[in-house]
């Protein structure tokens, strides 16, 4: 399949824009609540599978043709997803807002030498040299969170493993979401995500109910923000940009949940911080801009590779 050079309703920076800004609110909301992490990413994926219904069920015939390959595909970003959010969540409750949404800033170069690997997507050597800048100034970032909260090793162990499921998760989205509207993909991801963690609970005998009101307010709202506004937004732009490009735009996220931990939970914010803040996103602006200028023709869908074997109709 060829990439798609679809010109989209809204500029795509606007989009990134906004996910970024919701999945920014992500640490926030899961600091206030009192559950478990699986249980957090259970029910706010849960949640996100309830809004999304109307739109899934009545594209459901449309999923269940999906070749297997596909079907497998999708399956697999489920899973890394889940994931993710498991090991993410869960850095939370041993380290800083910051520490743990910094250390996703490795995801680009998972996600962009995975381009490489699969699809033979080249970037440019201005392209590496924006990146590296990012994650430089995310480190300043981390610097800054460092002499807060320097005994986290652990929290940090689990941001860092995190990384590994969302870039799968990434990857897979891009061979695969092409291929389905955004609520239908998103939904069946957020779904088999969703099932994922509540198999992690229960292994770890984690309560799935009985939280206080608050803690289930939060569990709506991640659905709400971070969950629709942030990742179904990410899976929608999937049909005009690149896994690559999205995984670069999300390295804003670590300077807005920065800057919303120093707002609402009274994180200290270091000078130093500050400056890794300007650099990320001056870096991340660096790399999006030239891909952005003209949204028409920016392309989205990963080709399959070439089959080596007659197809079979599955």
């Given at each position: 399949m060829n990439?798609?050079?679809?010109r ?17 609110f992500s ?9 478990e992490p699986?249980?957090?990413g259970?029910?706010?994926l849960?949640f996100a599978v309830?809004l999304?219904?109307p739109?899934w069920?009545?594209d ?6 999906l070749?297997?390959?596909?079907l497998l595909?999708?399956l697999?970003?489920g899973i890394?997803?889940?994931v993710?959010f ?5 850095s939370l ?8 949404t910094?250390?996703l ?5 998972f ?22 800048l990012a994650?430089?100034?995310?480190v300043l970032?981390t610097g800054?969170?460092?002499r807060?909260?320097?005994s986290?090793?652990f929290?940090d162990v689990?941001?860092?493993a995190s ?5 799968a ?8 979401r092409?291929?389905?509207k955004?609520?239908?993909y998103?939904?069946a991801v957020?779904f088999?995500?969703s099932?994922t963690?509540?198999?992690i609970?229960i292994?770890?005998?984690?309560p799935l109910?009985g939280?206080?009101p ?8 991640l659905a709400?923000v971070?969950t629709?506004?942030?990742h179904?937004?990410f ?8 896994a690559?490009?999205?995984?670069v735009?999300?390295l804003?996220?670590p300077v ?19 400056v ?5 996103l001056?870096?991340?602006?660096w790399f999006l801009?030239?891909a ?5 023709l920016t392309?989205a869908?990963?080709p399959?590779p070439?089959p ?7």
């Amino acid at each position: 399949m060829n990439a798609l050079k679809e010109r989209p309703p809204v500029p795509p920076a606007v989009g990134i824009l906004v996910a970024v800004a919701a999945v920014s609110f992500s640490s926030i909301f899961i600091k206030w609540c009192q559950a478990e992490p699986a249980v957090i990413g259970m029910w706010r994926l849960w949640f996100a599978v309830v809004l999304l219904a109307p739109w899934w069920l009545r594209d459901l015939p449309r999923f269940t043709r999906l070749a297997r390959r596909h079907l497998l595909l999708v399956l697999l970003a489920g899973i890394s997803l889940g994931v993710h959010f498991w090991l993410w969540t869960a850095s939370l409750f041993y380290t800083s807002v910051a520490s743990s949404t910094i250390l996703l800033a490795l995801q680009p170069f998972f996600v962009l030498l995975g381009e490489r690997w699969f699809w033979g997507t080249t970037q440019r050597g201005t392209s590496w040299l924006s990146v590296t800048l990012a994650v430089a100034g995310v480190v300043l970032i981390t610097g800054g969170d460092v002499r807060v909260a320097g005994s986290a090793l652990f929290g940090d162990v689990l941001a860092a493993a995190s990384t590994v499921a969302v870039s799968a998760y990434m990857l897979a989205g891009q061979a695969v979401r092409p291929r389905l509207k955004p609520t239908t993909y998103s939904a069946a991801v957020f779904f088999l995500a969703s099932l994922t963690l509540m198999a992690i609970a229960i292994v770890q005998h984690a309560p799935l109910t009985g939280f206080p009101p608050r803690t289930w307010a939060m569990f709506a709202l991640l659905a709400v923000v971070p969950t629709v506004g942030g990742h179904f937004l990410f899976n929608g732009l999937m049909r005009y940009v690149s896994a690559g490009m999205l995984s670069v735009s999300i390295l804003g996220e670590p300077v807005g949940a920065t800057l919303l931990a120093w707002w609402l939970l009274g994180q200290p914010l270091h000078p130093l911080q500050a400056v890794g803040g300007v650099l990320t996103l001056a870096s991340v602006a660096w790399f999006l801009f030239p891909a952005l200028r003209d949204p028409g023709l920016t392309p989205a869908a990963a080709p399959d590779p070439p089959p080596t074997a007659p197809s079979t109709g599955r």
